[in-house]
C-alpha cells in the first residue's frame, strides 16, 4: 500500500494523464476491488488516486503567466506571519477573491504568500480584505542553493505578491478563538526573556515563526534544528506520559485486569493528535501524530504488527493523508531515522538501569549520527560537525527536562504564581543551553560543502554506518573497512577543470546581471547582482561564506550591477576589483579600460570599453566592456554599453562570438544591428527579472538576435545558465528544468521562440 501511494503520488507529479484520466483509473480500480475482492486493483485504485492528487496539486489556482502583475482583491485569513522591521509576511487562506483589472479573471487559488510593507499590526487568524498584485509563484533558480520553486510547490502555495495601498485594506473579523492562539497571547504577558518566550513557544505549541533568524542559524549550525520543531521527539513524548499516567489510573480502577485495559493507549494516541492539532497540525506534527499512533499500536501487542509492518503502514498513511509528503526532506529524515532504530535494537534485551540506558544512548547516537548527518548533507547542503556530541547532551536536557518543565507551567497557568515557578528554571535552562550551543558552534563551525563533496562526502558516511549497523559482525570486520573508508575520504581531491575550458554562469537574479567564469586558473565575476528596495542582495543566495575570487569586474555602479558589492565584501574575499571610474562604488579598485587585459595559462581577459576619460560619458556608457577568449572560444559581456559605444567597438570583434551576455538585460537601446552583424552570436543570454516594469528584453532585439541564426536564453524563465565552452564543443544548461514546463523567451504575443530545446 504504501508504494502504490508513493507510486502514485511520483506519477502525479511527473505529469502524464490528465486529472479526469486518473480519476477514471481510480474508480476502475475501486471497482474491480469490490469486484474480484482481490488487493491488486486495490492498490491500482490508490495509486491512481494519488496521480490524480499529484496532478492537481501541481497546477490547480497557480497563478498562470498571462495573469502576473494584475491586482486583485482577497479577503481572507492570516496565517504563518512573520514581522520583521521592514515588511510583514504571511499566507493569506483566500475565502474570495475579485479582480481589479478588466482583463483579469481570479484564478480558482486558496493560498498565496504576500508581503506587506509598513502592515499595521497582525495576528495569525485574523480575516483580512486587501489588494494585492499577484504573480507565479516562482523564485529565483541557480545552481546547487535552495529550491524556492519546488518549496513553494510543496507548500501548496499557488501565488506570491505585496499588499497594495489602493484600495485600502480592511480588518474584517478578529482571530477566532483557538486555545494556541490563546496561549500564545498570554505568553506576551509572562514574566520570562525574550528568548525563553520565543523558546517556549516553539517546543511546547510548535510556533517556529517566534524564532528570530538568529535562532534559527544557530540550530543549523548546531544540528539542534529538530528540538524545535513539533516532531516525533515532542509527539512521542506526549504519548509516552499519556500512555504511563492512564496505565496508573488503569491500575488503580481495575487492579486486576489493568494490564488488558485497552482505553490507556487509546488514550495515547488521543493525546498524541490532540497535541498534534494544538500545535496547528502542520505536516511535521501530523507526521510525528501518525507515526506516535501506529508505534502505539505496535508496541501494545494486541493484533499488532510488526515493527516492520508498523514502519510501512505509518508511511502509507501519511502519503495517504498527505500525498505532497514524499517531497519534503522531513519524511525520509523521520522514517530513515526510525528505520536505524528498528534495526539497530532488533533482537536486542531492553536497556536496564542507568548505566545501561546511558550506553543504549550512546550506542544508538553512534549508529544514528552517520546516516543522519549524510541525509541532512544531501537534502540540505550543510553539515554540524560536532552535532552527534551536541546532540548527546542537549536532546536528553531538552526532552526529559525542559519540555515537561513548559508543560507544567502551561498546567499551572490559571495560577501564576505556580507556572513562574516551573518556567523559572526553564528560563535559566534555556540560556544555559544557548550558551552552550553558541560555544560549540564557534568552536566547530557548520559546514558547507562544495557541490562536488557532497556525494563523495555523504556516501562516505552511509557506508561508515551500515559498517557499524549491519549486525553480526566482529569488531575486526568492522574496523579494517572503515580504516580503508577513512583513509579514502582524506585523500580526496576537488575535480579540475581541463585545459582550454571555460564555464559561463549567467546567475538568476531577477533584475540585474550577476556572472560567474571559472577557467582552470581563474574565477571571476561580471557584475554582483541587484539590491532590491528591502536590502535583500541575490548575491547572499548563491554561495556559501568564505568563497574565493581572483577578479570582481563590477560594470558600473547602477544598484542592478553593483548590488551585491556589500555582501562580497563582508562574506567573501576578492583579490582584485575592477570598475569604470566616475562611479561611487565604494572599493578600492583597478580601472577597466579599453585595450587593458590579463593572460593566463589558457586564454585572454580584455576589457574594449570604456575609453580613458569614462567619467565625461552617460553612465550606462561607462560600462566595462569585457571580451575573454579561451582555447578558440569567445565570450562578449557588455553591460549596460548603449548602441553608440557598441558602435565604437563591435568593428574590432573580427569573428563571431560563441557566447553574448546581451546589453542592457535586452533593452532596445543596446543590441544594435551593428553589434548583431559583428558579434553573430551562437547562443545569447538576456538576464532579466520576471514581469520587469521595463519589458526586457525587447521583441525587436530578440527578433533581431533569431535572424542572425542565434539561440535565445532568459533567466526570467529558464533560471540560470550554465555555458560550457571546452575544446569538445559548446553546451548549455538551464535550471529550470522542463518539469515545470518549457517557457518562452519573451511575452508569446511580441515573439514566439522559445528558449532553447
Known amino acids: 500500500m504504501a508504494l502504490a501511494a508513493l ?58 503567466t498571462a495573469l502576473a502583475g494584475h491586482d486583485f482583491r482577497l479577503v481572507g485569513t492570516v496565517e504563518q506571519l512573520d514581522v520583521d522591521a521592514r515588511r510583514s509576511r504571511f499566507r493569506l487562506r483566500v475565502r474570495a477573491c475579485r479582480a481589479l483589472d478588466e482583463e483579469a479573471v481570479c484564478p480558482p487559488f486558496t493560498l498565496v504568500r504576500l508581503s506587506w510593507y509598513g502592515a499595521p499590526a497582525l495576528v495569525n487568524g485574523e480575516r483580512w480584505a486587501l489588494s494585492a498584485r499577484l504573480r507565479e509563484p516562482l523564485g529565483f533558480a541557480n545552481p546547487d542553493t535552495f529550491d524556492y520553486d519546488a518549496w513553494l510547490w510543496r507548500e501548496g502555495i499557488q501565488a506570491l505578491g505585496y499588499v497594495r495601498d489602493s484600495p485600502p485594506a480592511k480588518r474584517e473579523a478578529p482571530a477566532s478563538f483557538t486555545l494556541r492562539h490563546q496561549a500564545l497571547g498570554q505568553l506576551e504577558a509572562v ?38 520543531v513539533i516532531s516525533g521527539l515532542h509527539i512521542g513524548l506526549i504519548a509516552t506520559l499519556a500512555l504511563l499516567l492512564l496505565r496508573r489510573a488503569a491500575r488503580l480502577v481495575s487492579p486486576w485486569h489493568w494490564r488488558m485495559a485497552a482505553w490507556p493507549w487509546w488514550g495515547a494516541g488521543a493525546a498524541a493528535f490532540g497535541y498534534a492539532a494544538l500545535a496547528g497540525f502542520g505536516p511535521p506534527a501530523l507526521r510525528a501524530a501518525i507515526m506516535a499512533c501506529v508505534g502505539l499500536w505496535a508496541a501494545s501487542g494486541r493484533h499488532a504488527p510488526g515493527w516492520w509492518q508498523a514502519w510501512w503502514l505509518a508511511l ?32 536486542r534485551p531492553r536497556p536496564r538501569g542507568l548505566r545501561g540506558w546511558l550506553l543504549a544512548l550512546l550506542r544508538t547516537q553512534w549508529l544514528l549520527a552517520p546516516l543522519m548527518a549524510a541525509a541532512v548533507l544531501l537534502a540540505f547542503g550543510r553539515l554540524a560537525p560536532i552535532s552527534p556530541l551536541v546532540n548527546l547532551v542537549v536532546v536528553p536536557l531538552v526532552s526529559s527536562v525542559m519540555v515537561p518543565l513548559g508543560f507544567l507551567g502551561w498546567l499551572a497557568n490559571p495560577w501564576p504564581a505556580i507556572a513562574a515557578w516551573a518556567w523559572w528554571p526553564f528560563d535559566q535552562l534555556v540560556q544555559v543551553v544557548a550558551a552552550f550551543l553558541s560555544w560549540v558552534s564557534t568552536q566547530a563551525p557548520l559546514w558547507t560543502p562544495a557541490p562536488w563533496w557532497r556525494w563523495p562526502v555523504a556516501s562516505g558516511l552511509l557506508i561508515w554506518g551500515m559498517i557499524w549497523l549491519v549486525p553480526g559482525l566482529a569488531l575486526r570486520t568492522r574496523l579494517l573497512p572503515a580504516l ?173 562570438v560563441d557566447l553574448l551576455v546581451a546589453g542592457h538585460h535586452g533593452s532596445e537601446t543596446s543590441s544594435s544591428p551593428l553589434l548583431v552583424e559583428a558579434a553573430r552570436p551562437r547562443e545569447v543570454v538576456f538576464s532579466s527579472g520576471r514581469g520587469n516594469p521595463f519589458g526586457h528584453p525587447a521583441p525587436s532585439v530578440v527578433a533581431r538576435f533569431i535572424a542572425a541564426g542565434s539561440r535565445v536564453w532568459n533567466t526570467a524563465y529558464d533560471g540560470a545558465i550554465r555555458v560550457t565552452l571546452s575544446p569538445d564543443g559548446v553546451r548549455v544548461q538551464s535550471q529550470r528544468h522542463p518539469g ?18
Not at 561564506?545 to 553593483?562: E, K, L, N, Y
Not at 560600462?623 to 559581456?637: E, K, W, Y
Not at 515545470?740 to 530545446?757: K, N, Q, T, Y
Open 191 to 228: 514574566s520570562l526573556s525574550p528568548r525563553a518566550k520565543r523558546w517556549l513557544a516553539a517546543l511546547t505549541l510548535g510556533a517556529g515563526d517566534r524564532l528570530t533568524d538568529e535562532d534559527w542559524a544557530l540550530f543549523n549550525a548546531t544540528g539542534t534544528t529538530h528540538l524545535m
Open 316 to 347: 502509507a498513511l501519511i502519503v495517504i493523508a498527505d500525498p505532497l509528503a514524499p517531497w519534503r526532506p522531513g519524511l525520509w529524515l523521520s522514517f530513515g531515522a526510525v528505520a536505524v532504530l528498528i534495526i539497530a535494537w532488533s533482537g
Open 484 to 656: 580503508m573508508l577513512i583513509v579514502l575520504m582524506v585523500t580526496l581531491q576537488p575535480p579540475r577543470l581541463g585545459e582550454k575550458t571555460l564555464i559561463v554562469t549567467v546567475h538568476d537574479v531577477g533584475q540585474g546581471q550577476l556572472v560567474e567564469l571559472r577557467t582552470r586558473y581563474r574565477r571571476v565575476l561580471i557584475d554582483t547582482g541587484p539590491r532590491f528596495v528591502s536590502g535583500f542582495m541575490p548575491a547572499a543566495l548563491q554561495w556559501p561564506p568564505g568563497q574565493q575570487f581572483d577578479d570582481v569586474v563590477v560594470t558600473h555602479s547602477d544598484i542592478d550591477h553593483a548590488g551585491g558589492i556589500e555582501e562580497l565584501l563582508r562574506e567573501h574575499h576578492v583579490s582584485r576589483w575592477w570598475a569604470p571610474r566616475g562611479n561611487e562604488l565604494a572599493i578600492d579598485s583597478q580601472r577597466c579600460l579599453a585595450g587593458e587585459q590579463w593572460q593566463d595559462p589558457d586564454g585572454t581577459w580584455q576589457f574594449l570599453s570604456p575609453p580613458p576619460h569614462a567619467e565625461r560619458l552617460e553612465r550606462n556608457d561607462r560600462s566595462c566592456v569585457m571580451l575573454i577568449t579561451i582555447g578558440g572560444h569567445r565570450v562578449l559581456i557588455t553591460g549596460d554599453a548603449s548602441a553608440a559605444r557598441e558602435a565604437i567597438f563591435a568593428p574590432g570583434l573580427g569573428s563571431p
Open 7 to 64: 507510486l502514485g503520488v511520483g506519477c502525479g507529479a511527473v505529469g502524464g494523464l490528465t486529472l479526469l484520466g486518473f480519476e477514471a483509473l481510480a474508480l476502475v480500480g475501486l471497482l474491480l476491488a469490490l469486484w474480484r475482492r482481490a488487493p491488486w486493483p486495490a492498490l491500482a485504485m490508490i495509486a491512481a488516486f494519488h496521480c490524480a492528487h499529484g496532478v492537481e496539486a501541481a497546477s490547480a489556482g497557480r497563478v498562470p
Open 740 to 757: 515545470w514546463g518549457r517557457r518562452m523567451a519573451v511575452d508569446a504575443h511580441a515573439v514566439g521562440v522559445e528558449s532553447s530545446p
